[in-house]
């Protein structure tokens, strides 16, 4: 069985700081893809990266980066220099490589930027 | 472009009433899903379309009826619902459902669903 677990339910930070959410993840399959959505007061899920078991290299997008590690299983979201709308609940979600079309989602981190 | 549009974004239902959720992509994609969202909580998988087919049903009771169309068009038939049906419902779609470069699901906005 797969399992997701994001253990911070909530995260408050001032606008600027840098904010880490934490994503550790469960699968006994050795092929698989994570993915972070990002889901704003409006609703819609916003994909933000897929990341595939086989690929490590950390990955860097303007003030988002990720830390995909396996050896710890965990596949964490780093936000730099936090600005106001980055404020959403964000998942982590992971999905096997065949045989199950299914998503499954963390129970997400609620992220709030104070100004 | 990677837009996914969900009509009603509210919809108000009594017990007895028939509805009907719609969702449209014009991305090519060939796999369409349904998810329920409860408040606080991560989407829950219901349906998902491959090729118009219907791939999976995780069990959704039979008040929920999809339909697909074509391959563009995803709807969600609503008949006798009950309060606790009260929900988010997104729509995604993806290329494929499997393979690499394909497996990207692209939510739409929603619908937020409120029976009385």
């Known amino acids: 069985a797969q399992k997701v677990t994001q253990a911070q339910t909530e995260i408050s930070v001032v606008e600027k700081e840098d904010v880490t959410l934490d994503c550790v993840y469960e699968?006994?399959?050795?092929?698989?893809?994570l993915f972070w959505y990002k889901q704003p007061p409006s609703g819609e899920l916003v994909f933000l990266i897929r990341?595939?078991?086989?690929?490590?290299q950390n990955e860097i997008s303007g003030r988002y980066s990720w830390n995909f590690q396996k050896s710890t299983s965990s596949f964490n979201f780093t936000i730099t220099a936090s600005q106001v709308v980055d404020s959403a609940v964000y998942f982590c979600?992971?999905?096997?490589?065949?045989?199950?079309?299914?998503?499954?989602f963390g129970t997400g981190t609620r992220l709030t930027i104070i100004p | 472009d990677t837009e996914v549009t969900q009509t009603p974004k509210h919809l108000v239902m009594g017990m007895t009433n028939k509805k009907s959720l719609k969702c449209e992509q014009h991305?090519?994609?060939?796999?369409m899903y349904w998810y329920k969202q409860k408040a606080k909580k991560p989407p829950e998988l219901m349906f998902v379309?491959?090729?118009?087919?219907?791939?999976i049903n995780e069990s959704v009771p039979s008040r929920f009826s999809p339909e697909c169309p074509n391959s563009s068009l995803l709807n969600l038939h609503l008949h006798a619902l009950q309060p606790e049906d009260s929900a988010l419902y997104l729509c995604?779609?993806?290329?494929?459902?499997?393979?690499?470069?394909?497996?990207?699901?692209?939510f739409g906005a929603g619908t937020r669903l409120s029976v009385l």
């Open positions: 379309y491959s090729y118009e087919k219907l791939s």
């Open positions: 991305m090519g994609h060939r796999a």
């Open positions: 979600a992971l999905r096997q490589n065949f045989g199950n079309e299914k998503l499954t």
């Open positions: 699968t006994r399959d050795t092929t698989y893809y």
């Open positions: 990341r595939n078991s086989f690929d490590e």
């Open positions: 995604a779609s993806s290329q494929e459902l499997a393979g690499v470069a394909k497996n990207i699901q692209y």
